[in-house]
Protein backbone atom coordinates (compact mmCIF):
# COMPACT_ATOMS: atom_id res chain seq x y z
CA UNK A 1 0.00 0.00 0.00
CA UNK A 2 2.75 2.63 0.76
CA UNK A 3 2.21 6.16 0.87
CA UNK A 4 -0.53 6.46 -1.49
CA UNK A 5 -3.44 6.10 1.02
CA UNK A 6 -2.38 8.24 2.91
CA UNK A 7 -1.70 11.01 -0.36
CA UNK A 8 -5.81 10.35 -0.11
CA UNK A 9 -6.29 11.56 3.26
CA UNK A 10 -4.39 14.45 2.77
CA UNK A 11 -6.35 16.01 0.46
CA UNK A 12 -8.47 17.82 3.71
CA UNK A 13 -5.34 20.18 3.71
CA UNK A 14 -7.03 23.17 2.63
CA UNK A 15 -4.62 25.44 0.40
CA UNK A 16 -7.41 28.37 0.22
CA UNK A 17 -6.94 28.62 4.26
CA UNK A 18 -3.48 28.52 3.91
CA UNK A 19 -3.38 31.41 1.46
CA UNK A 20 -5.54 33.38 3.55
CA UNK A 21 -3.13 33.20 6.65
CA UNK A 22 -0.44 34.48 4.34
CA UNK A 23 -2.50 37.40 3.74
CA UNK A 24 -3.16 37.94 7.57
CA UNK A 25 0.50 37.10 8.19
CA UNK A 26 1.90 39.50 5.24
CA UNK A 27 0.25 42.70 6.48
CA UNK A 28 2.87 42.25 9.43
CA UNK A 29 6.54 44.23 9.12
CA UNK A 30 7.96 41.16 10.78
CA UNK A 31 11.70 41.78 11.63
CA UNK A 32 13.63 40.49 14.22
CA UNK A 33 13.75 42.41 17.43
CA UNK A 34 10.50 44.55 16.30
CA UNK A 35 6.71 44.50 18.15
CA UNK A 36 4.81 43.88 14.67
CA UNK A 37 6.88 40.10 14.99
CA UNK A 38 5.13 39.71 18.24
CA UNK A 39 1.78 40.38 17.02
CA UNK A 40 2.03 38.37 14.03
CA UNK A 41 3.21 35.29 16.29
CA UNK A 42 0.16 36.24 18.38
CA UNK A 43 -2.04 35.75 15.67
CA UNK A 44 -1.05 32.90 14.73
CA UNK A 45 -1.28 31.90 18.73
CA UNK A 46 -5.43 33.50 18.34
CA UNK A 47 -5.81 31.56 15.09
CA UNK A 48 -4.75 27.72 17.07
CA UNK A 49 -6.28 28.68 20.28
CA UNK A 50 -9.89 28.71 17.59
CA UNK A 51 -9.21 26.04 16.64
CA UNK A 52 -8.56 23.79 20.04
CA UNK A 53 -4.82 23.67 19.27
CA UNK A 54 -3.03 24.37 22.61
CA UNK A 55 0.54 26.61 22.05
CA UNK A 56 2.65 28.21 24.41
CA UNK A 57 4.22 31.52 23.97
CA UNK A 58 7.58 31.45 24.94
CA UNK A 59 8.85 35.12 25.53
CA UNK A 60 13.35 35.23 25.24
CA UNK A 61 14.60 38.17 24.79
CA UNK A 62 16.02 41.12 21.68
CA UNK A 63 18.29 43.32 23.70
CA UNK A 64 21.30 43.69 21.28
CA UNK A 65 23.66 41.94 23.66
CA UNK A 66 22.26 38.30 24.79
CA UNK A 67 23.93 34.93 22.92
CA UNK A 68 21.49 32.36 21.58
CA UNK A 69 24.37 29.83 21.57
CA UNK A 70 26.81 31.42 18.97
CA UNK A 71 23.96 34.15 17.86
CA UNK A 72 24.03 37.46 19.44
CA UNK A 73 20.63 39.02 19.79
CA UNK A 74 20.07 41.74 17.64
CA UNK A 75 18.56 45.11 19.12
CA UNK A 76 14.53 45.85 20.11
CA UNK A 77 13.75 47.96 16.88
CA UNK A 78 11.02 49.46 15.56
CA UNK A 79 10.42 51.65 12.56
CA UNK A 80 8.11 54.54 13.14
CA UNK A 81 8.78 56.04 9.58
CA UNK A 82 11.27 56.67 6.21
CA UNK A 83 11.11 58.42 3.20
CA UNK A 84 13.75 59.32 0.53
CA UNK A 85 13.64 61.58 -2.23
CA UNK A 86 15.97 62.43 -5.59
CA UNK A 87 15.71 63.62 -8.64
CA UNK A 88 11.84 63.32 -8.53
CA UNK A 89 12.02 59.39 -7.29
CA UNK A 90 10.30 59.10 -4.04
CA UNK A 91 9.61 56.83 -1.92
CA UNK A 92 8.17 56.50 1.74
CA UNK A 93 7.73 53.65 4.52
CA UNK A 94 3.82 53.95 3.86
CA UNK A 95 4.77 52.57 0.56
CA UNK A 96 7.22 49.71 1.71
CA UNK A 97 8.68 49.58 5.18
CA UNK A 98 11.45 48.47 3.79
CA UNK A 99 12.62 51.77 2.70
CA UNK A 100 14.68 51.86 6.05
CA UNK A 101 16.86 49.12 6.04
CA UNK A 102 16.29 46.66 9.69
CA UNK A 103 17.46 48.24 12.52
CA UNK A 104 19.32 51.69 10.94
CA UNK A 105 19.61 54.37 13.15
CA UNK A 106 17.51 57.55 12.98
CA UNK A 107 19.18 60.94 10.97
CA UNK A 108 17.51 63.16 8.46
CA UNK A 109 19.31 65.51 5.71
CA UNK A 110 20.81 65.90 2.21
CA UNK A 111 23.95 64.81 0.30
CA UNK A 112 25.41 63.92 -3.01
CA UNK A 113 25.12 60.42 -3.76
CA UNK A 114 28.42 58.81 -4.11
CA UNK A 115 28.72 55.18 -5.64
CA UNK A 116 31.30 53.10 -4.11
CA UNK A 117 32.51 51.58 -7.29
CA UNK A 118 36.57 51.69 -6.46
CA UNK A 119 38.35 51.21 -3.21
CA UNK A 120 39.41 55.21 -3.09
CA UNK A 121 35.70 56.41 -3.31
CA UNK A 122 35.68 55.53 0.29
CA UNK A 123 38.48 58.45 0.38
CA UNK A 124 35.40 60.95 -0.50
CA UNK A 125 32.64 59.50 1.51
CA UNK A 126 32.89 62.19 3.98
CA UNK A 127 29.51 64.15 4.53
CA UNK A 128 28.67 62.29 1.02
CA UNK A 129 25.64 59.50 0.93
CA UNK A 130 27.17 56.77 0.05
CA UNK A 131 25.64 54.15 -2.48
CA UNK A 132 26.61 50.58 -2.00
CA UNK A 133 25.52 46.76 -4.23
CA UNK A 134 27.38 44.51 -1.46
CA UNK A 135 28.47 43.21 1.77
CA UNK A 136 26.56 46.13 3.05
CA UNK A 137 27.18 45.51 6.78
CA UNK A 138 30.78 45.75 6.37
CA UNK A 139 29.97 48.49 3.95
CA UNK A 140 28.12 50.40 6.81
CA UNK A 141 30.88 50.21 9.18
CA UNK A 142 33.07 51.95 6.52
CA UNK A 143 30.69 54.47 5.69
CA UNK A 144 30.13 55.35 9.38
CA UNK A 145 33.94 55.63 9.95
CA UNK A 146 34.67 57.20 6.93
CA UNK A 147 31.56 60.35 8.15
CA UNK A 148 29.32 59.40 5.33
CA UNK A 149 25.75 61.67 6.32
CA UNK A 150 24.40 58.21 4.98
CA UNK A 151 24.22 54.75 3.85
CA UNK A 152 22.27 54.22 0.34
CA UNK A 153 22.01 50.08 -0.62
CA UNK A 154 20.92 48.58 -3.33
CA UNK A 155 20.94 44.96 -4.66
CA UNK A 156 21.15 43.71 -7.81
CA UNK A 157 18.63 41.27 -9.81
CA UNK A 158 15.87 43.33 -7.65
CA UNK A 159 15.18 45.72 -10.81
CA UNK A 160 12.11 47.97 -9.74
CA UNK A 161 11.71 46.56 -6.46
CA UNK A 162 13.00 47.81 -2.94
CA UNK A 163 15.08 45.22 -1.66
CA UNK A 164 15.32 43.53 2.46
CA UNK A 165 18.53 44.36 3.60
CA UNK A 166 19.20 44.34 7.43
CA UNK A 167 22.00 45.53 9.71
CA UNK A 168 20.99 43.64 12.48
CA UNK A 169 23.00 45.51 14.97
CA UNK A 170 24.00 44.43 18.15
CA UNK A 171 24.26 46.77 21.21
CA UNK A 172 27.79 47.40 21.27
CA UNK A 173 27.23 48.35 17.33
CA UNK A 174 25.40 51.45 18.19
CA UNK A 175 28.61 52.86 19.54
CA UNK A 176 29.69 53.32 16.17
CA UNK A 177 26.24 52.99 13.79
CA UNK A 178 25.23 56.51 13.70
CA UNK A 179 24.43 57.15 10.50
CA UNK A 180 20.70 56.27 8.60
CA UNK A 181 20.79 53.40 6.17
CA UNK A 182 17.95 53.31 3.52
CA UNK A 183 17.63 50.53 0.31
CA UNK A 184 16.68 51.89 -3.00
CA UNK A 185 15.60 49.59 -5.97
CA UNK A 186 18.05 48.29 -8.17
CA UNK A 187 16.91 50.97 -11.38
CA UNK A 188 17.55 54.17 -9.15
CA UNK A 189 21.15 52.99 -7.96
CA UNK A 190 21.71 52.03 -11.75
CA UNK A 191 20.18 55.92 -13.11
CA UNK A 192 23.24 57.69 -10.09
CA UNK A 193 25.69 55.50 -10.95
CA UNK A 194 25.47 56.44 -14.24
CA UNK A 195 24.83 60.05 -13.60
CA UNK A 196 27.92 60.12 -10.93
CA UNK A 197 29.97 59.53 -14.04
CA UNK A 198 29.06 61.74 -16.36
CA UNK A 199 30.08 64.21 -13.55
CA UNK A 200 26.65 65.16 -12.51
CA UNK A 201 25.83 63.04 -9.36
CA UNK A 202 22.23 63.37 -8.03
CA UNK A 203 21.53 65.15 -4.28
CA UNK A 204 19.14 63.06 -2.21
CA UNK A 205 17.04 63.66 0.71
CA UNK A 206 16.63 61.20 3.27
CA UNK A 207 15.01 60.72 6.82
CA UNK A 208 14.92 57.33 9.08
CA UNK A 209 12.86 57.34 12.53
CA UNK A 210 13.00 54.74 14.55
CA UNK A 211 12.54 53.33 18.06
CA UNK A 212 15.52 51.33 19.71
CA UNK A 213 14.16 50.37 23.16
CA UNK A 214 16.45 48.49 26.01
CA UNK A 215 14.45 45.58 25.40
CA UNK A 216 12.04 43.49 23.32
CA UNK A 217 10.02 40.04 22.97
CA UNK A 218 11.55 37.06 21.05
CA UNK A 219 8.50 35.39 20.56
CA UNK A 220 8.63 31.24 20.34
CA UNK A 221 5.63 29.86 19.52
CA UNK A 222 5.21 26.09 20.21
CA UNK A 223 2.51 22.85 20.36
CA UNK A 224 2.20 20.01 20.35
CA UNK A 225 -0.11 17.15 19.51
CA UNK A 226 -0.02 13.75 21.53
CA UNK A 227 3.27 12.15 23.08
CA UNK A 228 7.02 12.14 22.39
CA UNK A 229 8.83 11.26 20.21
CA UNK A 230 7.51 13.67 17.79
CA UNK A 231 7.85 14.54 14.42
CA UNK A 232 8.74 18.57 14.49
CA UNK A 233 7.53 20.90 12.04
CA UNK A 234 9.19 24.35 11.85
CA UNK A 235 9.14 27.96 10.21
CA UNK A 236 10.32 30.81 10.97
CA UNK A 237 7.82 33.94 10.95
CA UNK A 238 10.08 36.69 10.60
CA UNK A 239 10.76 39.40 7.65
CA UNK A 240 9.21 42.31 6.45
CA UNK A 241 6.48 43.35 5.11
CA UNK A 242 5.16 41.78 3.43
CA UNK A 243 7.40 39.02 3.18
CA UNK A 244 4.84 36.30 1.85
CA UNK A 245 6.88 33.38 0.19
CA UNK A 246 9.57 34.09 2.62
CA UNK A 247 8.03 33.27 5.11
CA UNK A 248 4.25 33.60 6.01
CA UNK A 249 3.83 30.43 3.41
CA UNK A 250 5.85 28.37 5.84
CA UNK A 251 4.10 29.86 9.01
CA UNK A 252 1.07 29.60 7.62
CA UNK A 253 1.10 26.37 6.03
CA UNK A 254 2.51 25.25 9.68
CA UNK A 255 -1.00 26.54 11.14
CA UNK A 256 -2.69 24.22 8.43
CA UNK A 257 -0.83 21.26 9.83
CA UNK A 258 -1.73 21.81 13.30
CA UNK A 259 -5.12 21.94 12.41
CA UNK A 260 -5.35 18.98 10.64
CA UNK A 261 -3.53 16.98 12.74
CA UNK A 262 -5.26 18.33 16.08
CA UNK A 263 -7.70 15.98 14.19
CA UNK A 264 -6.69 13.40 12.92
CA UNK A 265 -4.43 12.33 15.82
CA UNK A 266 -5.09 9.39 18.46
CA UNK A 267 -3.34 7.05 20.80
CA UNK A 268 -2.77 4.60 18.00
CA UNK A 269 0.25 6.68 16.19
CA UNK A 270 3.62 5.60 16.85
CA UNK A 271 4.84 9.69 16.81
CA UNK A 272 3.23 12.62 18.23
CA UNK A 273 3.38 15.87 16.05
CA UNK A 274 5.03 19.09 17.72
CA UNK A 275 4.88 22.77 15.98
CA UNK A 276 7.66 25.42 15.84
CA UNK A 277 7.14 29.49 14.83
CA UNK A 278 10.03 31.06 15.79
CA UNK A 279 12.46 34.15 14.42
CA UNK A 280 14.64 32.48 12.04
CA UNK A 281 17.91 31.06 13.87
CA UNK A 282 18.12 33.56 16.84
CA UNK A 283 14.68 31.89 17.89
CA UNK A 284 15.69 28.07 17.13
CA UNK A 285 19.00 28.58 19.03
CA UNK A 286 17.38 30.16 22.01
CA UNK A 287 14.44 27.18 21.41
CA UNK A 288 16.90 24.59 21.69
CA UNK A 289 19.81 26.21 24.18
CA UNK A 290 16.82 26.91 26.59
CA UNK A 291 13.33 24.95 25.87
CA UNK A 292 14.28 21.74 24.06
CA UNK A 293 14.29 17.77 25.00
CA UNK A 294 16.20 17.26 21.63
CA UNK A 295 15.44 13.29 22.45
CA UNK A 296 11.67 13.97 22.42
CA UNK A 297 12.32 14.42 18.44
CA UNK A 298 12.67 11.87 15.94
CA UNK A 299 12.75 14.18 13.26
CA UNK A 300 12.17 17.99 11.93
CA UNK A 301 10.51 19.14 8.21
CA UNK A 302 11.12 22.95 8.38
CA UNK A 303 8.98 25.11 6.23
CA UNK A 304 10.36 27.78 4.13
CA UNK A 305 9.13 29.54 1.20
CA UNK A 306 6.57 27.00 0.42
CA UNK A 307 4.63 28.97 -2.43
CA UNK A 308 6.79 29.77 -5.21
CA UNK A 309 5.20 30.68 -8.36
CA UNK A 310 6.92 28.22 -11.19
CA UNK A 311 5.60 30.53 -13.95
CA UNK A 312 5.76 34.07 -12.22
CA UNK A 313 9.03 33.33 -10.17
CA UNK A 314 10.54 30.61 -11.90
CA UNK A 315 10.40 27.89 -9.09
CA UNK A 316 11.78 24.25 -8.72
CA UNK A 317 10.45 22.73 -5.21
CA UNK A 318 13.72 21.62 -3.95
CA UNK A 319 13.96 19.09 -1.14
CA UNK A 320 17.06 19.83 1.11
CA UNK A 321 18.11 16.23 2.37
CA UNK A 322 19.31 15.72 5.58
CA UNK A 323 23.28 15.73 5.65
CA UNK A 324 25.00 12.09 5.05
CA UNK A 325 26.62 12.91 8.67
CA UNK A 326 22.39 12.42 10.11
CA UNK A 327 20.93 10.32 7.42
CA UNK A 328 17.72 9.15 7.18
CA UNK A 329 14.89 8.12 5.48
CA UNK A 330 12.74 10.61 6.04
CA UNK A 331 14.30 12.41 2.72
CA UNK A 332 13.12 9.83 1.28
CA UNK A 333 10.04 9.81 2.21
CA UNK A 334 9.34 12.96 1.84
CA UNK A 335 10.62 13.15 -1.75
CA UNK A 336 8.01 10.13 -2.38
CA UNK A 337 5.68 11.89 -1.02
CA UNK A 338 5.76 14.93 -2.82
CA UNK A 339 6.13 13.40 -6.41
CA UNK A 340 3.23 11.58 -5.83
CA UNK A 341 1.43 15.06 -4.33
CA UNK A 342 2.55 16.30 -7.88
CA UNK A 343 1.53 13.90 -10.34
CA UNK A 344 -1.28 16.39 -11.07
CA UNK A 345 0.03 17.76 -14.74
CA UNK A 346 -1.74 15.78 -17.14
CA UNK A 347 -0.86 12.47 -19.28
CA UNK A 348 2.29 11.20 -21.12
CA UNK A 349 1.46 10.12 -24.95
CA UNK A 350 0.51 6.63 -23.27
CA UNK A 351 -1.14 7.63 -20.61
CA UNK A 352 1.15 8.09 -17.78
CA UNK A 353 0.86 10.82 -14.83
CA UNK A 354 2.87 13.88 -15.72
CA UNK A 355 4.39 16.35 -12.78
CA UNK A 356 2.61 19.24 -12.55
CA UNK A 357 5.89 20.98 -10.85
CA UNK A 358 9.26 20.91 -11.01
CA UNK A 359 10.50 18.75 -8.12
CA UNK A 360 13.97 17.57 -7.23
CA UNK A 361 16.10 16.42 -4.14
CA UNK A 362 19.13 17.93 -3.45
CA UNK A 363 22.15 17.39 -0.83
CA UNK A 364 22.06 19.09 2.13
CA UNK A 365 22.87 23.12 1.75
CA UNK A 366 22.25 25.52 4.57
CA UNK A 367 20.33 28.60 4.76
CA UNK A 368 17.59 28.01 7.58
CA UNK A 369 15.99 26.15 10.98
CA UNK A 370 16.65 22.47 9.43
CA UNK A 371 20.37 23.46 10.35
CA UNK A 372 19.98 23.99 13.76
CA UNK A 373 18.53 20.56 14.61
CA UNK A 374 21.12 19.26 12.31
CA UNK A 375 23.86 20.57 14.44
CA UNK A 376 22.36 19.05 17.25
CA UNK A 377 21.48 15.32 15.88
CA UNK A 378 18.36 15.21 14.75
CA UNK A 379 17.43 14.90 11.19
CA UNK A 380 15.98 17.89 9.33
CA UNK A 381 14.50 18.15 5.94
CA UNK A 382 13.15 21.25 3.93
CA UNK A 383 10.92 21.72 1.35
CA UNK A 384 11.36 25.17 -0.32
CA UNK A 385 10.88 26.61 -3.45
CA UNK A 386 13.89 28.07 -5.09
CA UNK A 387 14.75 30.54 -7.33
CA UNK A 388 12.59 33.18 -6.86
CA UNK A 389 12.79 36.54 -8.15
CA UNK A 390 10.79 38.34 -5.80
CA UNK A 391 13.15 36.98 -2.82
CA UNK A 392 13.96 39.70 -0.06
CA UNK A 393 12.26 42.40 -1.89
CA UNK A 394 8.51 44.67 -1.52
CA UNK A 395 7.54 42.60 -4.75
CA UNK A 396 7.12 39.08 -2.50
CA UNK A 397 3.45 39.90 -2.07
CA UNK A 398 0.53 37.27 -1.68
CA UNK A 399 -0.73 37.53 -5.05
CA UNK A 400 2.52 35.88 -6.62
CA UNK A 401 2.09 32.86 -4.32
CA UNK A 402 1.53 29.73 -6.20
CA UNK A 403 -1.82 27.48 -4.73
CA UNK A 404 -0.81 24.81 -6.46
CA UNK A 405 2.78 24.80 -5.25
CA UNK A 406 0.61 25.16 -1.75
CA UNK A 407 -1.41 22.29 -2.54
CA UNK A 408 1.21 19.95 -3.58
CA UNK A 409 4.18 21.04 -0.57
CA UNK A 410 1.23 20.86 2.01
CA UNK A 411 -0.32 17.53 1.01
CA UNK A 412 3.04 16.30 0.26
CA UNK A 413 4.57 16.91 3.78
CA UNK A 414 1.01 15.68 5.46
CA UNK A 415 1.15 12.33 3.81
CA UNK A 416 4.62 11.75 4.70
CA UNK A 417 3.83 12.68 8.33
CA UNK A 418 0.64 10.37 8.54
CA UNK A 419 2.66 7.28 6.82
CA UNK A 420 5.79 7.80 9.34
CA UNK A 421 3.00 7.79 12.10
CA UNK A 422 0.71 5.03 11.23
CA UNK A 423 1.77 3.25 8.24
CA UNK A 424 2.69 -0.62 8.54
CA UNK A 425 5.84 -1.49 9.46
CA UNK A 426 6.77 -3.62 6.68
CA UNK A 427 5.44 -1.02 4.18
CA UNK A 428 8.37 1.20 6.45
CA UNK A 429 10.50 -1.01 6.25
CA UNK A 430 10.26 -1.86 2.15
CA UNK A 431 10.10 2.05 1.69
CA UNK A 432 13.48 2.83 3.83
CA UNK A 433 15.17 -0.06 1.70
CA UNK A 434 14.23 1.15 -1.27
CA UNK A 435 15.55 5.09 -0.36
CA UNK A 436 19.05 3.66 1.26
CA UNK A 437 19.48 1.94 -1.99
CA UNK A 438 18.50 4.62 -4.36
CA UNK A 439 20.72 7.27 -2.32
CA UNK A 440 23.60 5.44 -2.51
CA UNK A 441 23.03 4.64 -5.94
CA UNK A 442 22.75 7.99 -6.93
CA UNK A 443 26.13 8.12 -5.32
CA UNK A 444 27.83 5.89 -6.72
CA UNK A 445 26.96 7.43 -9.90
CA UNK A 446 29.69 9.99 -9.06
CA UNK A 447 32.19 8.52 -6.70
CA UNK A 448 33.39 5.89 -4.27
CA UNK A 449 30.50 4.99 -1.70
CA UNK A 450 32.67 3.39 1.26
CA UNK A 451 32.45 5.99 3.99
CA UNK A 452 28.58 6.52 2.99
CA UNK A 453 27.50 2.92 3.17
CA UNK A 454 28.57 3.04 6.71
CA UNK A 455 26.98 6.14 7.71
CA UNK A 456 23.60 5.42 5.77
CA UNK A 457 23.29 2.06 8.04
CA UNK A 458 23.72 3.89 10.74
CA UNK A 459 21.11 6.69 9.70
CA UNK A 460 19.06 2.95 9.34
CA UNK A 461 19.53 1.77 12.70
CA UNK A 462 18.13 4.85 14.16
CA UNK A 463 14.84 4.88 12.24
CA UNK A 464 14.20 1.85 12.98
CA UNK A 465 14.47 2.47 16.44
CA UNK A 466 11.82 4.50 16.39
CA UNK A 467 9.96 3.37 13.09
CA UNK A 468 9.50 -0.36 15.06
CA UNK A 469 11.53 -1.58 12.04
CA UNK A 470 14.96 -3.56 11.43
CA UNK A 471 17.13 -2.02 9.16
CA UNK A 472 21.17 -1.18 9.26
CA UNK A 473 23.56 -0.96 12.33
CA UNK A 474 25.09 1.19 14.26
CA UNK A 475 28.85 1.49 14.42
CA UNK A 476 31.17 3.28 17.14
CA UNK A 477 34.86 4.69 15.77
CA UNK A 478 37.24 7.28 17.74
CA UNK A 479 35.95 10.74 16.12
CA UNK A 480 38.14 13.48 15.42
CA UNK A 481 36.76 16.55 16.81
CA UNK A 482 34.53 17.17 19.44
CA UNK A 483 32.32 20.30 18.66
CA UNK A 484 32.30 22.62 22.03
CA UNK A 485 30.25 25.36 20.84
CA UNK A 486 27.23 23.73 18.57
CA UNK A 487 25.42 26.39 16.27
CA UNK A 488 25.67 28.08 13.37
CA UNK A 489 29.47 28.96 13.21
CA UNK A 490 29.58 32.50 12.52
CA UNK A 491 31.91 35.50 12.19
CA UNK A 492 30.90 37.70 15.18
CA UNK A 493 31.06 34.44 17.76
CA UNK A 494 34.29 33.93 16.35
CA UNK A 495 35.10 37.88 16.42
CA UNK A 496 34.87 37.46 19.92
CA UNK A 497 37.54 35.54 20.07
CA UNK A 498 39.96 36.66 17.60
CA UNK A 499 39.74 39.21 15.44
CA UNK A 500 42.10 38.77 12.82
CA UNK A 501 40.79 34.74 12.90
CA UNK A 502 37.36 36.24 12.08
CA UNK A 503 38.62 38.16 9.37
CA UNK A 504 40.33 35.29 8.10
CA UNK A 505 37.07 32.87 8.41
CA UNK A 506 35.00 35.65 6.76
CA UNK A 507 37.28 35.71 3.29
CA UNK A 508 37.43 31.98 3.16
CA UNK A 509 33.87 31.09 3.45
CA UNK A 510 32.84 33.90 0.70
CA UNK A 511 31.27 31.43 -0.83
CA UNK A 512 28.44 30.06 1.02
CA UNK A 513 28.63 26.43 -0.06
CA UNK A 514 31.97 26.63 1.56
CA UNK A 515 29.97 27.46 5.29
CA UNK A 516 27.60 23.84 4.37
CA UNK A 517 30.77 21.85 3.85
CA UNK A 518 32.47 23.12 7.05
CA UNK A 519 29.64 22.23 8.73
CA UNK A 520 28.88 19.06 7.39
CA UNK A 521 32.52 18.27 8.31
CA UNK A 522 32.47 19.23 11.48
CA UNK A 523 29.15 16.55 11.80
CA UNK A 524 31.07 14.04 10.05
CA UNK A 525 34.30 14.87 12.74
CA UNK A 526 31.76 13.71 15.75
CA UNK A 527 31.75 10.72 14.35
CA UNK A 528 34.27 9.57 12.41
CA UNK A 529 38.39 9.76 12.22
CA UNK A 530 40.00 12.79 10.35
CA UNK A 531 40.63 10.87 7.14
CA UNK A 532 37.53 9.43 6.78
CA UNK A 533 35.67 12.40 7.39
CA UNK A 534 37.13 14.30 4.67
CA UNK A 535 36.25 10.78 2.78
CA UNK A 536 32.75 11.11 3.59
CA UNK A 537 32.57 14.71 2.52
CA UNK A 538 34.08 14.35 -0.72
CA UNK A 539 31.41 11.17 -1.54
CA UNK A 540 28.61 13.40 -0.58
CA UNK A 541 29.61 16.13 -2.55
CA UNK A 542 31.66 15.50 -5.66
CA UNK A 543 32.19 18.72 -6.75
CA UNK A 544 34.49 19.44 -3.29
CA UNK A 545 38.43 19.65 -5.38
CA UNK A 546 41.56 19.85 -4.01
CA UNK A 547 41.41 23.90 -3.58
CA UNK A 548 38.62 23.22 -1.37
CA UNK A 549 39.83 20.46 0.96
CA UNK A 550 42.62 22.92 1.29
CA UNK A 551 40.59 25.96 2.63
CA UNK A 552 38.48 23.55 4.63
CA UNK A 553 41.70 22.60 6.43
CA UNK A 554 42.24 25.87 7.43
CA UNK A 555 38.79 26.81 8.53
CA UNK A 556 38.72 24.04 10.69
CA UNK A 557 42.20 25.47 12.16
CA UNK A 558 40.28 28.28 13.06
CA UNK A 559 37.95 26.38 14.60
CA UNK A 560 40.33 24.69 16.74
CA UNK A 561 42.41 27.91 17.41
CA UNK A 562 38.92 29.50 18.57
CA UNK A 563 38.05 26.47 20.95
CA UNK A 564 34.86 26.68 19.01
CA UNK A 565 35.85 22.83 18.38
CA UNK A 566 38.54 20.48 19.70
CA UNK A 567 40.59 17.44 19.02
CA UNK A 568 39.57 14.25 20.55
Not at 76 to 83: K, R, S
Request: hydrophobic content about 40%; aromatic content about 10%; glycine content about 8%.
Amino acid sequence: MGIMPFLRESEVLSSERILHDIVEISQFHRIQGSKELVEAVRYIEEELSAWGVSSRLIREKYDGESWYLTLRSPIAWDLVGAEIEFDGHRLNSSRTPLVAMAHSPSGEGEGEVLPIIREEDWERAEGKVVLVGENWRKAYRRANESGAAAFLAYRRGTGSAVPYIGLFLSKDDLKWARIPALAVPETWAEEAIRKHLSGKSPKVKFRVEAEVRERGILPILYAEIGEPPYILFTAHICHPRPGANDNASGSAMLMELARVLSRVWNGSFRFGFAFLWIPEYYGTQAFVKEHARMEDYYAVINLDMVGGSVDRSGSTVMVVRTPLSNFSVLSGIIEASLSLANMRGGKSFSGSPMPLLPVKAYPYEMGSDHDVFNFFGVPAVMPITWPDRFYHSSEDSPEKISRATLDVIGRGVLSAALFLARGEKNDLQRVSRGYAMKYLGELAMETETEVAERLVMNGLARDSRFLGIDLGHSFEEKPWLKWNVRGRISVEFIRGRNTSLAEEFEKLTEDRRVITHLHELVMLGEKLPEEKAYKALREEYSDINEEKLERLERLVGILLETGIVEGT
